[in-house]
Nanobody, 127 residues
């Protein structure tokens, strides 16, 4: 069955970096876009970044452009989110998700276009 498992979260000081990983199983990244989302306490889940199936085209929310980088290794069925220059506002539970379609152009960053989710990993940015 489809499964996504996130790892790499933790506590980091403002300005620091973290790298999140998402291990996918039960499907191949060759056919689906993968997104990263986050949800802070009391807020709705929001899209952070997306990476398309084969050519790896990417998309980012304005709030993380220039600071976060999404990448993947299709051979390992792994997706990564490198987060630099972290701010307290980045504090949230981060989720990876499998889209219903192959490309970010189609999937976008709306939660409704994603069909499977991981359990999340906590990222806390605080001094």
């Amino acid at each position: 069955q489809v499964q996504l498992v996130e790892s790499g979260g933790g506590l980091v000081q403002p300005g620091g970096s973290l790298r999140l990983s998402c291990a996918a199983s039960g499907f191949t990244l060759d056919y689906y876009a993968i997104g990263w989302f986050r949800q802070a306490p009391g807020k709705e889940r929001e899209g952070v970044s997306c990476i398309s199936n084969i050519f790896g085209r990417t998309g980012y929310a304005d709030s993380v452009k220039g600071r976060f980088t999404i990448s993947k290794d299709n051979a390992k069925n792994m997706v990564y989110l490198q987060m630099n220059s972290l701010k307290p506002d980045d504090t949230a539970v981060y989720y990876c998700a499998k889209s219903r379609v192959p490309t970010c152009a189609s999937a976008g960053l709306a939660t409704s276009t994603y069909s499977a989710w991981g359990q999340g990993t906590q990222v806390t940015v605080s001094s």
